[in-house]
């Protein structure tokens, strides 16, 4: 080895690698910030239904969720076991439907108001009855554009 | 006492842990990719007196989920298995029995004049019907629908309706065309309490 370096007198410098960890921080913190867990304080159970004629849904920023469900057990003590709406962080009724689409709406540019989305997060073991209460007021609203949310069959991930 | 200096920290493995929190990041930004059916509701009537156009009864393929979870197809209970070939039947309609959807001739570009059925899906529900029935019937008919644009696109340009890319612009047409041949009409009827509970 010495002989080897002795033959040849110009070796490359290694690449200072020093500042390597910074530059992995700082993408680091642009995934960290510009990740958004939208996993809002879920207070109720969904399991949704599979299915195989799924599409993705495109654009996050312009999908609102509603969700229906048990209530977890930590909480059915208080709000019993009937599946319920979530909107946010709370429970909310059918009337709060209106109210919560028109500040999901006002957060999004004019232009792509109409490309809003609602994503019903909707328990399988919940009944039609809440979803067409749902569906209804939605339509009221005139948020037309909805995706029932489901999973693919087959696959074990949630 | 010896001389000790003080060892420097050891950086060199940072940046394979800010590598793995990386990974974790990069990972996390897709890992709940919302999926479902997507669905366009009707718009609320401006007037309630105002119904729509009338539809004939043979173009209306009923499809009905009691709150028992049983599903009848123009009023005959039906297994869930069946339900994708009675729809493709109903829409294609090859015989032309009058019992079952009518057709139009519509010109659409690829196609040339070709007949589109004038057939309408008219789900129904009751208050009491499982939503994991409802969906597994919505995917259903989903289904049906997507295998008989399948077939029409194998026919016409030997691909599957679903290999065409809607970001490329010529593809993107073929798309809208074979969709509007075989449209997917399916009507969620507002809800209707059939039988008690």
Same mark, same amino acid.
């Given at each position: 080895m010495s002989r080897f370096r002795a033959g040849k007198k110009r070796t490359l410098p290694p690449i200072n690698t020093a500042s390597l960890p910074d530059c992995i921080f700082l993408l680091l913190f642009f995934f960290m910030v510009t990740t958004h867990f939208r996993q809002t304080n879920i207070r109720i159970m969904v399991q949704t239904p599979r299915a195989t004629e799924i599409k993705k849904l495109e654009k996050k920023s312009l999908v609102s969720y509603i969700y229906v469900g048990q209530?977890?057990?930590?909480?059915?003590?208080?709000?019993?076991?009937?599946? /319920?709406?979530?909107?946010? +962080?709370?429970?909310?009724?059918? =009337? +709060?439907?209106? +109210?919560?689409?028109?500040?999901? /709406?006002?957060?999004?540019? $004019?232009?792509?108001?109409?490309?809003?989305?609602?994503?019903? !997060?909707? +328990?399988? =073991?919940?009944?039609?009855?809440?979803?067409? =209460?749902? !569906?209804? $007021?939605? /339509?009221?609203?005139?948020?037309?554009?909805?995706?029932?949310?489901?999973? /693919?069959?087959?696959?074990?991930m949630k | 006492m010896?001389?000790? #200096?003080?060892?420097?920290?050891?950086?060199? @493995?940072?940046? &394979?842990?800010?590598f793995l929190l990386l990974t974790f990041f990069l990972m996390a930004t897709t890992m709940d990719v919302d999926t479902g059916l997507p669905r366009l509701l009707p718009a609320m009537p401006e007037d309630k007196e105002e119904e729509q156009s009338e539809i004939k009864e043979?173009?209306? *393929?009923?499809? %009905?989920?009691?709150?028992? &979870?049983? %599903? *009848?197809?123009?009023? #005959?209970?039906?297994?869930? @298995?069946?339900?994708?070939? %009675?729809?493709?039947? *109903?829409?294609?309609?090859?015989? &032309? &029995?009058?019992?079952?959807?009518?057709k139009r001739p519509e010109y659409v570009e690829y196609f040339g004049e070709v007949m589109v059925s004038k057939g309408v899906i008219s789900l129904q529900n009751d208050i009491g019907t499982s939503y994991g029935k409802y969906i597994e019937v919505q995917n259903e008919l989903a289904l049906a629908v997507n295998e008989l644009r399948n077939e029409l696109c194998l026919q016409k340009f030997g691909r599957r309706f679903d290999n065409f890319n809607?970001?490329?612009?010529?593809?993107? #047409?073929?798309?809208?065309?074979?969709?509007?041949?075989?449209p997917m009409a399916i009507s969620e009827a507002e809800p209707k309490k059939t039988g008690g509970n």
């Open positions: 209530p977890i057990p930590q909480l059915q003590a208080v709000y019993g076991t009937e599946p /319920r709406i979530q909107l946010n +962080d709370a429970f909310a009724t059918t =009337d +709060d439907i209106r +109210d919560f689409i028109s500040s999901e /709406r006002e957060q999004m540019d $004019e232009a792509e108001q109409k490309q809003m989305t609602v994503s019903l !997060k909707i +328990d399988q =073991d919940a009944t039609m009855g809440i979803v067409s =209460d749902i !569906k209804q $007021e939605l /339509r009221k609203t005139s948020a037309l554009k909805i995706n029932y949310s489901a999973k /693919r069959k087959g696959s074990g | 010896a001389r000790r #200096e003080i060892q420097p920290i050891n950086a060199g @493995s940072m940046a &394979d842990i800010a043979r173009n209306v *393929f009923v499809v %009905l989920i009691n709150k028992d &979870d049983q %599903l *009848f197809v123009e009023t #005959e209970v039906v297994d869930i @298995s069946a339900l994708k070939g %009675l729809t493709k039947k *109903f829409i294609m309609n090859p015989d &032309d &029995d009058p019992a079952l959807s009518e809607p970001l490329n612009e010529t593809e993107n #047409e073929i798309i809208e065309a074979v969709k509007k041949v075989i």
